[in-house]
């Protein structure tokens, strides 16, 4: 992927915050959400589409050894 095909998919130019989990998937946090990278697309999580998100500005993430990703926000 070059950098004008992350800035498309990206919600949001800035990255805050990038883990990887034990499934192989990349996680970014972002202003405007969660974006998790699977090697081929991104999924955007965040409060237009999730009811777990009351904010969308991510500015950590954190994955612990047993593989829990936690979400550090605003």
């Given at each position: 992927y070059g950098i004008s095909v992350w800035k498309e998919e990206l919600p949001q130019s800035t990255?805050?915050?990038i883990a990887q989990t034990k499934d192989g998937y990349?996680?970014?946090?972002?202003?405007e959400g969660?974006?998790?990278?699977?090697?081929i697309?991104?999924?955007i999580f965040n409060k237009r589409?999730?009811?777990a998100f009351k904010i969308n500005g991510i500015r950590?993430?954190?994955?612990?050894?047993?593989g829990?990703?936690?979400i550090?926000?605003?």
């Open positions: 990255i805050n915050a990349m996680w970014f946090g972002t202003y969660l974006v998790r990278f699977d090697g697309s991104f999924s589409n999730s009811d950590a993430l954190h994955v612990t050894p047993d829990t990703l936690w550090g926000t605003n």
